[in-house]
C-alpha cells in the first residue's frame, strides 16, 4: 500500500480506485479507534467458508484521520505459507487481540460480538448490564470516575464468572454476558450474585460511591444469537423498570 501521511480525499479516491483492480474489498474508515497507535496492522478474517487476509493503515485526509483497509480472499494454500511465517502468526496474534478488546475495560468490545460471535450454543445464559444513571456519575463526578465505574465493573464481574464465559462491552454503559451451559436457576442465581457483587465493590478513589445495575437475562433455545439478545435486551429494560434488579426468563410475571 501506498505510503501516505496526509492526502486530499480525491488523491484517496484516485488510489482506492485503482487498488481496487488488485484486491477484492477496500475500505475507508474515519477515525483511528481500531488502531490505537499502530501505523498499520494485519489479520485474517472468516466469514463463514471464505477466508480473508486484512491489512489497514493510518493516514491522515485533508488533516483528518482515517484507516484505510484492503481484503483479499485467499484459499488454505495461501493461508498457510502465510502462517509458516516467522513473525506473521504473532502479529495477527497480537493485532486480533488489540482490535477485538475494550481499550478502555479490557472486555471484548462491540466489534468481537459482530465479528466473531456467529451463533450461540442452546443452553447459553445470554444476559445484558446496564449501569443505572450512569450518566449521573459523569455529571457530578467528572469523566475519570465514570472511567473507573467501568473498569470496576468488569473487573467485579470477571472475578465471578467463569473461564470460558464472555463479558463484551456492548455499549457505553452496557455490558453483555454469554455463559455456556446454564440452567435457567443457575444463571438466574449467578446474575444476582454479580448485581449484589458489583453494588458492593468499591470503586477507587471514591469509597462511598455505589454502582447498580439492571440486568435482564435468558437462555438461549437455539435463535439466532441476535434474538436471542434482543430478548435480555426486553428484559433488561423491564429490569430497568423496576429499578435496579434482575429480570430473567424464569421470572413468570413477565413472561
Request: charged share 30%; hydrophobic share 35%.
Amino acid at each position: 500500500m501506498k505510503d501516505t501521511h496526509s492526502m486530499t480525499m480525491q488523491d484517496v479516491l484516485e488510489m482506492m480506485k485503482c487498488i481496487r483492480e488488485f484486491f477484492t474489498v477496500v475500505r475507508l474508515e474515519s477515525g483511528y479507534d481500531t488502531m490505537d497507535s499502530e501505523e498499520t496492522y494485519c489479520e485474517i478474517e472468516y466469514l463463514k467458508e471464505d477466508i480473508f487476509f486484512v491489512k489497514a493503515k493510518r493516514i491522515e485526509i485533508d488533516g483528518k484521520p482515517y484507516v484505510i483497509k484492503i481484503k483479499q480472499e485467499v484459499d488454505e494454500k495461501i493461508l498457510q505459507a502465510l502462517l509458516e511465517s516467522d513473525q506473521i502468526p504473532e502479529r495477527l496474534a497480537y493485532y486480533n487481540e488489540k482490535i477485538y478488546h475494550d481499550s478502555l475495560t479490557g472486555a471484548y468490545n462491540r466489534r468481537f460480538f459482530q465479528e466473531k460471535m456467529i451463533s450461540v450454543s442452546k443452553n447459553t445464559g445470554i444476559a445484558m448490564i446496564d449501569l443505572d444513571n450512569f450518566k449521573a456519575y459523569n455529571d457530578t463526578y467528572g469523566h475519570h470516575a465514570g472511567d473507573l465505574v467501568l473498569q470496576t465493573t468488569v473487573m467485579t464481574i470477571k472475578s465471578v464468572i467463569r473461564r470460558d464465559d464472555i463479558l463484551i462491552r456492548y455499549g457505553g454503559d452496557e455490558f453483555l454476558l454469554l455463559m455456556p451451559g446454564m440452567q435457567s436457576q443457575v444463571f438466574h442465581q449467578k446474575l444476582l450474585q454479580i448485581h449484589q457483587f458489583i453494588y458492593q465493590s468499591e470503586v477507587p478513589e471514591y469509597g462511598k460511591m455505589h454502582v447498580s445495575t439492571s440486568i435482564g437475562g435468558v437462555i438461549a433455545q437455539g435463535e439466532e444469537i441476535e434474538q436471542a439478545v434482543e430478548r435480555a435486551d426486553k428484559l433488561m429494560y423491564a429490569a430497568k423498570s423496576q429499578k435496579s434488579c434482575v429480570v430473567t426468563d424464569v421470572d413468570e410475571e413477565v413472561l
